[in-house]
Protein backbone atom coordinates (compact mmCIF):
# COMPACT_ATOMS: atom_id res chain seq x y z
CA UNK A 1 0.00 0.00 0.00
CA UNK A 2 1.12 3.11 -0.92
CA UNK A 3 -0.11 6.61 0.27
CA UNK A 4 0.26 9.81 -1.40
CA UNK A 5 -0.82 13.37 0.43
CA UNK A 6 -0.70 16.69 -1.60
CA UNK A 7 -2.77 19.72 -1.66
CA UNK A 8 -0.84 21.33 1.47
CA UNK A 9 -0.47 25.52 1.08
CA UNK A 10 -0.03 28.37 2.66
CA UNK A 11 -3.46 30.65 3.54
CA UNK A 12 -4.89 33.34 5.44
CA UNK A 13 -7.05 32.61 8.54
CA UNK A 14 -10.24 32.50 7.50
CA UNK A 15 -9.57 30.69 4.04
CA UNK A 16 -10.48 26.98 2.76
CA UNK A 17 -7.92 24.41 1.90
CA UNK A 18 -8.64 21.21 0.40
CA UNK A 19 -6.07 18.53 0.94
CA UNK A 20 -5.93 14.89 -0.74
CA UNK A 21 -4.85 11.69 -0.43
CA UNK A 22 -3.65 8.88 -3.21
CA UNK A 23 -4.47 5.13 -2.80
CA UNK A 24 -2.43 2.41 -4.31
CA UNK A 25 -0.89 -0.87 -4.26
CA UNK A 26 -4.08 -2.56 -3.24
CA UNK A 27 -7.75 -2.88 -3.13
CA UNK A 28 -8.94 0.45 -1.79
CA UNK A 29 -12.48 -0.32 -0.80
CA UNK A 30 -10.98 -3.04 2.16
CA UNK A 31 -9.00 0.13 3.84
CA UNK A 32 -10.05 2.83 6.09
CA UNK A 33 -8.14 5.95 5.74
CA UNK A 34 -7.59 8.64 8.68
CA UNK A 35 -5.78 11.85 8.67
CA UNK A 36 -3.62 13.22 10.79
CA UNK A 37 -1.35 16.23 11.68
CA UNK A 38 2.01 17.07 13.46
CA UNK A 39 3.28 20.84 14.60
CA UNK A 40 6.28 21.73 15.56
CA UNK A 41 7.17 20.64 19.23
CA UNK A 42 3.99 18.15 19.31
CA UNK A 43 2.47 15.16 18.96
CA UNK A 44 0.87 13.41 15.66
CA UNK A 45 -2.38 14.06 16.59
CA UNK A 46 -5.77 12.60 14.74
CA UNK A 47 -7.90 14.67 13.08
CA UNK A 48 -10.54 12.52 10.88
CA UNK A 49 -10.97 8.70 9.72
CA UNK A 50 -13.42 7.65 6.79
CA UNK A 51 -14.79 3.87 7.40
CA UNK A 52 -14.16 1.20 4.98
CA UNK A 53 -17.19 0.04 5.43
CA UNK A 54 -19.99 2.06 5.42
CA UNK A 55 -18.14 5.62 4.67
CA UNK A 56 -18.75 6.57 7.98
CA UNK A 57 -16.55 9.61 8.79
CA UNK A 58 -15.39 10.65 12.38
CA UNK A 59 -13.66 14.18 13.25
CA UNK A 60 -11.80 15.65 16.21
CA UNK A 61 -13.42 17.72 18.56
CA UNK A 62 -11.06 20.95 17.05
CA UNK A 63 -12.16 19.95 13.63
CA UNK A 64 -15.65 19.13 14.08
CA UNK A 65 -18.10 21.26 11.74
CA UNK A 66 -14.87 22.60 9.78
CA UNK A 67 -13.61 19.80 8.41
CA UNK A 68 -14.85 17.32 6.12
CA UNK A 69 -13.70 13.92 4.92
CA UNK A 70 -14.49 12.24 1.67
CA UNK A 71 -13.58 9.28 -0.65
CA UNK A 72 -14.40 9.22 -4.46
CA UNK A 73 -15.88 6.88 -5.98
CA UNK A 74 -13.27 4.80 -7.07
CA UNK A 75 -12.01 4.72 -3.33
CA UNK A 76 -8.41 5.80 -4.60
CA UNK A 77 -8.58 9.13 -3.40
CA UNK A 78 -9.32 10.67 0.50
CA UNK A 79 -10.06 14.64 0.53
CA UNK A 80 -9.99 16.77 3.52
CA UNK A 81 -11.64 19.82 3.03
CA UNK A 82 -10.51 22.39 5.50
CA UNK A 83 -12.73 25.70 5.71
CA UNK A 84 -12.68 28.28 8.37
CA UNK A 85 -8.73 27.88 8.95
CA UNK A 86 -7.20 29.07 11.86
CA UNK A 87 -3.36 29.43 12.89
CA UNK A 88 -3.58 26.42 15.44
CA UNK A 89 -4.90 23.97 12.17
CA UNK A 90 -0.84 25.16 10.88
CA UNK A 91 0.86 21.57 10.69
CA UNK A 92 2.13 18.58 8.50
CA UNK A 93 -1.07 16.28 7.75
CA UNK A 94 -0.72 12.37 6.45
CA UNK A 95 -2.99 10.28 6.24
CA UNK A 96 -2.39 6.66 7.01
CA UNK A 97 -4.79 3.70 6.22
CA UNK A 98 -5.64 -0.10 7.54
CA UNK A 99 -7.15 -2.81 5.93
CA UNK A 100 -10.59 -2.86 7.54
CA UNK A 101 -12.77 -0.76 10.14
CA UNK A 102 -12.50 2.21 12.50
CA UNK A 103 -14.56 3.05 15.31
CA UNK A 104 -15.18 6.27 17.06
CA UNK A 105 -12.69 4.88 19.79
CA UNK A 106 -9.56 3.97 17.50
CA UNK A 107 -9.97 5.99 14.19
CA UNK A 108 -7.55 8.67 15.60
CA UNK A 109 -4.89 6.58 17.39
CA UNK A 110 -1.90 6.27 15.07
CA UNK A 111 -1.33 2.40 16.43
CA UNK A 112 -4.43 1.63 14.85
CA UNK A 113 -3.25 2.24 11.25
CA UNK A 114 -0.38 0.42 9.54
CA UNK A 115 0.33 2.34 6.38
CA UNK A 116 1.25 5.71 6.16
CA UNK A 117 2.52 8.49 3.44
CA UNK A 118 4.05 11.47 3.66
CA UNK A 119 3.11 14.19 4.59
CA UNK A 120 1.99 18.02 3.37
CA UNK A 121 2.33 21.16 4.72
CA UNK A 122 -0.55 23.29 5.79
CA UNK A 123 0.45 26.75 6.98
CA UNK A 124 -2.19 29.49 8.37
CA UNK A 125 -1.08 32.81 8.72
CA UNK A 126 -1.61 36.14 7.84
Known amino acids: VQLQASGGGLVQPGASLRVSCAFS????????IGWFRQAPGKEREGVSC????????YYADSVKGRFTISRDNAKTTVYLQMSSLMPEDTAVYFC????????????????????WGQGTQVTVSS
Open 96 to 115: AAVMGTVVAGNCGRRSRYDY
Open 50 to 57: INSADGKA
Open 25 to 32: GSTPEYYS
